[in-house]
T-cell receptor, first 115, second 111 residues
């Protein structure tokens, strides 16, 4: 059974610091991996999607990497800002074939960026 | 585009009552799904659909029914609400190998 883990559960950094959030999964048979951001009391906002054949994706100050063989993904945030404070979730779409919109989520990393 | 919309935003039910959470998307997405989010448990898949007329169970389907008669709508029915169904419910949609988009959520309390 696929399981997704995010460590640490919470992280506090000063503004301007570069940081890395970690996501690990137990089964390397994934179709893709998606990183989300969730603000308190809000829905999920998609940040980056990495297909199983890709190694990384970039959007602005965000860079996500994927290493299927080791079951790991990282989300790198450059020059963090207080507005980056939120919970970051990673989710895998399991299986080597497209099985629809099924996602398995980690429990998230709650990020706080202090001014 | 409105994206993924969910109604209501908040709901309080008494144990044993039934209700339907509505989800609609205007992006012509083939895939739609329902998740619940609970503290310490993360988001878990309840039911999903890969197209009109096709639905399947996720990780926690008990106590919930779905149907998908149109591409746009994917309602979630609680048959007889229980306090264990107190949660935040999210609907999502997507297509092909691409991103899944989430609605704003429905906060449900069952007393």
């Amino acid at each position: 059974k696929q399981e997704v883990t995010q460590i640490p559960a919470a992280l506090s950094v000063p503004e301007g610091e570069n940081l890395v959030l970690n996501c690990s999964f137990t089964d390397s048979a994934i179709y893709n991996l998606q990183w989300f951001r969730q603000d308190p009391g809000k829905g999920l906002t998609s940040l980056l999607l990495i297909q199983s054949s890709q190694r990384e994706q970039t959007s602005g100050r965000l860079n996500a990497s994927l290493d299927k063989s080791s079951g790991r993904s990282t989300l790198y945030i450059a020059a963090s800002q207080p507005g980056d404070s939120a919970t970051y979730l990673c989710a895998v779409r399991p299986g080597i074939y497209n099985q629809g919109g099924k996602l398995i989520f980690g429990q998230g990393t709650e990020l706080s960026v202090k001014p | 585009n409105a994206g993924v919309t969910q109604t209501p935003k908040f709901q309080v039910l008494k144990t044993g009552q039934s209700m339907t959470l509505q989800c609609a998307q205007d992006m012509n997405h083939e895939y739609m799904s329902w998740y619940r989010q609970d503290p310490g448990m993360g988001l878990r898949l309840i039911h999903y659909s890969v197209g009109a007329g096709i639905t399947d169970q996720g990780e926690v389907p008990n106590g919930y029914n779905v149907s998908r008669s149109t591409t746009e709508d994917f309602p979630l029915r609680l048959l007889s609400a229980a306090p264990s169904q107190t949660s935040v419910y999210f609907c999502a949609s997507g297509t092909g190998a691409y991103e899944q988009y989430f609605g704003p959520g429905t906060r449900l309390t069952v007393t």
